[in-house]
């Protein structure tokens, strides 16, 4: 499964896009070899908690292999994760720098790095057949954090290609929940760790930390029924 995500070549747009960051390169890693490639998930196969973003950032997950790794927003998710106890550090640098995730794993609705961070509808569907093949390797799933309203679609067009089209469609919003039912993982919505949001304080690390809190809370209610 992950050699099919990184030698997918679906979308010519973000395969060039990617390759070409990869070439040119950031200032602040001219001496980095870039993964360049498409990015797969990651995290622990046991995992309650999946966590769904966005797509690799262009000098983050397209450089590092990691998806939310060596970057700001890498930082700002991991730190929530290891106050609430689903990471063993709080940072996310590269891919040997010690990071577990306990509980929790996390892939992206788009597996490379779009342009100005904006996958194309057409983009996000063809990459929807990675979410399906993870997902299908996650048996033990309770929760899902959608980081951002492409992540919170994304994961509801995937529930809809398997026979869940839900009617009326659950509304996104910071702190929204979804009981979906039909013994289906409960959806909590999340604004996107990016720097646009970060930096404005639009999502804080309390707001962050108060979605995953509520993730725990899910695991251990439903664990206890």
Not at 51 to 69: D, K, W
Not at 97 to 108: F, K, T
């Amino acid at each position: 499964m992950r050699a099919e995500i990184v030698a997918c070549t679906l979308c010519p747009r973000l395969r060039d896009y990617c390759a070409r960051i990869a070439r040119e390169k950031k200032a602040a890693h001219r001496d980095d070899v870039y993964w360049g490639k498409p990015v797969p998930g990651f995290g622990d196969p046991g995992a309650r908690l999946l966590i769904v973003g966005l797509a690799p950032a262009a000098h983050g997950g397209n450089r590092t292999g990691r998806t939310f790794t060596g970057d700001g927003s890498g930082d700002f998710l991991m730190s929530a994760l290891h106050r609430v106890g689903f990471a063993n550090i709080p940072t996310s640098r590269g891919w040997n720098d010690g990071l577990r995730l306990d509980d929790a794993y996390i892939l992206a609705a788009v597996r490379c790095a779009p342009p100005d961070n904006k996958p194309l509808p057409e983009e996000i569907v063809r990459c929807r057949r990675h979410m399906v093949a993870e997902i299908a390797a996650l048996p033990s799933v309770r929760v899902i954090v959608a980081l951002g309203k492409i992540g919170w679609d994304a994961y509801l067009a995937y529930l809809s290609g398997e026979g869940h089209a839900l009617r009326p469609k659950p509304a996104f919003g910071h702190g929204a929940r979804a009981e979906l039912g039909h013994g289906l993982p409960v959806l909590l919505g999340s604004y996107h760790p990016s720097r646009q949001n970060t930096n404005t304080g639009k999502l804080t690390p309390v707001m962050l930390e108060s979605v995953f809190r509520d993730a725990r809370r899910v695991i251990e209610s439903r664990d206890a029924s």
